[in-house]
């Protein structure tokens, strides 16, 4: 069975300050699946995710069915298809919860005030956000209590796909798998998660694919227990690594570094 594709890629070669640092012939990508895009720092992950948005200069072709290319995709049905994470987001003034989340509507998109308070206090409450929160300063919430907020700012929206730059960073482990249990249920929703991590614990346990880049290409692509062996986390990271089985018949990912 073929699975519908969020959007596919081809003959792609993408450029951040005039250097072309991606380079990539083909690849798919599937919709309504947690993704996980791996590698180390400068491999052009990120540079792959701002390709797909249409954000920087690029070569090749990248098609999304039933829309076209992304460069002949209004800003306003981008914003229905897509919503963005950066890594390192930030708020110039000093909002409130609540008034940080409106930021998150698109723009051209039309709702009542009652329409928008609703939709705010539902993402709250998936993020687990109390209620009374929603009138604090954001600043006055830590790292990693603010990365719940930008994340709830790209959900607000209700883009068909999150495209999330290192979502789980300065989250404790605690709060990490509650964002991902979320994710998860995003998808079971009918989301699409394309997510850039390090976390590669994370990924082998909870992600459907896996895409590995290297040096600016795909170095491999598939489900993430058949493709994330220690083989290719050697390949890729330089660290050794081996799958064991615990006392519930699981896989797990041990990194020995």
Not at 52 to 63: A, N, S, V
Not at 70 to 89: Q, T
Not at 173 to 196: D, M, R, Y
Not at 222 to 232: D, F, I, R, W
Request: proline residues 5%; aromatic residues 8%.
């Amino acid at each position: 069975m073929v699975e519908p594709l969020f959007c596919t890629i081809e003959h792609l070669s993408a450029s951040v300050h005039k250097n072309f640092v991606l380079n990539i012939p083909n690849l798919d990508i599937p919709k309504n699946k947690f993704i996980t895009i791996l590698g180390e720092n400068g491999a052009g992950k990120t540079t792959l995710l701002r390709a797909i948005l249409g954000q920087i200069p690029k070569l090749g072709l990248i098609f999304f069915p039933g829309l076209g290319e992304i460069e002949k995709i209004s800003a306003h049905d981008r914003a229905k298809i897509m919503s963005f994470l950066p890594a390192h987001d930030h708020c110039a003034f000093n909002f409130s919860i609540a008034e940080f989340l409106e930021l998150g509507f698109p723009q051209g998109v039309y709702l009542g005030s009652e329409e928008k308070k609703q939709r705010i206090e539902r993402v709250a409450r998936e993020l687990n956000i109390p209620y009374e929160a929603l009138h604090k300063p954001i600043y006055s919430l830590s790292s990693g209590e603010r990365k719940k907020i930008f994340l709830g700012r790209v959900m607000i929206g209700d883009a068909d796909a999150f495209l999330l730059d290192e979502p789980y960073s300065y989250l404790d482990p605690f709060n990490t798998q509650e964002l991902i249990e979320h994710l998860k249920k995003l998808v079971a929703g009918g989301k699409t998660i394309l997510c850039v991590s390090h976390d590669l614990r994370a990924a082998y346990r909870h992600s459907d694919y896996v895409i590995g880049i290297k040096n600016g290409e795909v170095h491999g692509y598939g489900t993430a227990k058949n493709y994330l062996s220690p083989e290719v986390i050697k390949e890729l990271f330089g660290i050794v690594a081996e799958i064991v089985v615990d006392h519930r018949g699981q896989n797990l990912l041990i990194l020995n570094i």
